[in-house]
């Protein structure tokens, strides 16, 4: 199994920035995507910027030019950069993991880090 452990949300005034972490443990060798989620009351559950096992990365649109997402294999760790914060960025973020075992494709979700965006 892999387990994911989001840290980072908070509080900050328009146009602040914040970064999110999702540390990754278990079968962390076997993850062949890692993604950035959020939520917000009343919305589906939207993609905000992924990375592959390949260091490929795909951004929303709303995302694209001010968030950046990362990851430090040494740390196991998956960042999300937040610059230029908008109140309708205002969500719970969650890191999701696919992965494979043997032939079998899972999926992990972090259980989520609240970020408000208000003055």
């Known amino acids: 199994q892999v387990h994911l452990v989001e840290s980072g949300g908070d509080l900050v005034q328009p146009g602040g920035s914040l970064k999110l972490s999702c540390t990754v443990s278990g079968h962390s060798d076997a993850i062949y995507v890692v993604g950035w989620y959020r939520q917000s009351p009343g919305n589906e559950r939207e993609l905000v910027a992924d990375?592959?096992?390949?260091?490929?990365?795909k951004y929303s649109d709303s995302a694209k030019g001010r968030f950046t997402i990362s990851r430090d294999d040494n740390e196991n760790t998956v960042y999300l950069q937040m610059n230029d914060l908008k109140p309708e960025d205002t969500a719970v973020y969650y890191c999701?993991?696919?992965?494979?075992?043997?032939?079998?494709?899972?999926?992990?979700w972090g259980q989520g880090t609240q970020v408000t965006v208000s003055s």
């Open positions: 999701n993991a696919d992965y494979r075992l043997g032939v079998e494709d899972f999926g992990s």
């Open positions: 990375i592959t096992r390949g260091g490929d990365t």
